[in-house]
């Protein structure tokens, strides 16, 4: 939220103008649990989820969700990946067109594989702030290991977003690197920070922790030797993050 906004809204509570609680400035969504990858690492693996879908929100009820928030004074959104957002292409795109209406704001987290040039020339120039693409090795081979596909086309997106936003003189969408970190790749973030600086030079890397449940996530954890060393990889990363400015 945009500080000057944010401190209005602290003044009009602090002054006891509202007449009720302050709705949430931010709202973190899930339009589904499908997905076009299967992760070895994925909470989708091991848990018990209604696999049929019948659950979901209709695109109709999504997009009246977004003018009831805009009612509350919302102004950021999350697109997180329970599944993946973008199965849902079309209504993540009529849902950003609405949200831009009401002068909100988005980032959506990806793995990055449904785009299409349509879709990224689309979104450019809107109010997407932020693009985090879930990438889990530097190579494919790694990442494919793990996710089971979908890394030279994770990465060539990102490039095209890269690319549209130098062509557009745009600041954004920013484009981040997500990493958990597993025993196949914990020794190689030098590589993640190379191929960061591969695509353009503000690509940022950011790791999260293994959720360790059932036999396959076990499998990709790291040992304890593993975790012992693993300050040493992650310095090194640093240093070559360092090396790139």
């Not at 969504?29 to 299967?38: A, E, P, S, W």
């Not at 959104?77 to 079309?90: Q, T």
């Amino acid at each position: 939220m945009e500080p000057v906004r944010a401190l209005h809204r602290m003044r009009k509570w602090s002054s006891g103008a509202l007449q009720s609680p302050p709705g949430p400035a931010r709202l973190s969504i899930f339009l589904t649990n499908r997905c076009n990858l299967n992760c070895r690492h994925c909470w989708r693996a091991w848990a018990d989820w209604d696999r049929s879908c019948k659950s979901e929100l209709s695109d109709q009820r999504w997009l009246r969700l977004v003018d009831e928030a805009a009612e509350m004074d919302v102004r950021d959104w999350i697109f997180l990946g329970g599944g993946e957002p973008l199965v849902r292409r079309d209504l993540v795109l009529r849902m950003i067109d609405k949200m831009a209406s009401h002068d909100m704001t988005c980032l959506i987290h990806t793995n990055g594989t449904l785009f299409t040039p349509a879709v990224i020339d689309r979104v450019m120039g809107k109010n997407v702030q932020s693009i985090n693409f879930s990438i889990d090795g530097p190579d494919a081979a790694t990442n494919d290991a793990i996710r089971g596909g979908g890394f030279e086309k994770a990465v060539a997106n990102m490039r095209h977003f890269a690319r549209s936003k130098q062509e557009l003189g745009l600041l954004s969408p920013c484009l981040h690197i997500y990493t958990t970190i597993t025993n196949l790749a914990y020794d190689k973030l030098d590589r993640f920070v190379d191929l960061a600086a591969s695509i353009a030079p503000d690509v940022k890397v950011f790791l999260s922790a293994l959720i360790v449940e059932g036999d396959a996530t076990a499998k990709l954890a790291l040992s304890a030797e593993q975790r012992k060393a693993f300050p040493e990889f992650l310095q090194k990363g640093m240093r070559r993050a360092e090396e790139l400015g």
